[in-house]
């Protein structure tokens, strides 16, 4: 939990208000992974969320949350995200 924290604050772009609105954003992706939620709508979700078109912002923060707050997601997020292409522009 705690490198995420260091991860999503001290990295810019994010700009959450503190740490718990980092931790609830993170573990928001952890219920939309465990959920089954395809990887490009948890990327335009982020992207949207954000106001970016930054492709490694937003899969930096998916692969933050996952990693850190709930590493059992991993394969599922790997899996979802297996065959993901930026759309053109991005």
């Known amino acids: ?3 995420y ?12 208000p503190n740490a718990q609105a980092a931790l609830d ?3 928001g992706v952890c219920d939309k992974v465990s959920g089954g939620r395809p990887f490009p709508d948890l990327m335009g979700n982020v992207k949207a969320d954000f106001n970016t078109s930054d492709e490694y ?6 692969s933050q949350a ?7 997601l991993i394969w599922q997020l ?5 065959h993901y292409r930026p759309q053109p522009g991005s």
């Open 5 to 16: 924290l260091v991860n999503v604050t001290v990295r810019p772009g994010y700009n959450f």
């Open 57 to 62: 912002q937003a899969s930096y923060l998916i």
């Open 25 to 27: 954003y993170g573990y």
């Open 78 to 82: 790997h899996n979802s995200a297996a």
């Open 66 to 72: 996952v990693n850190e707050l709930c590493p059992a």
């Open 1 to 3: 939990m705690v490198a």
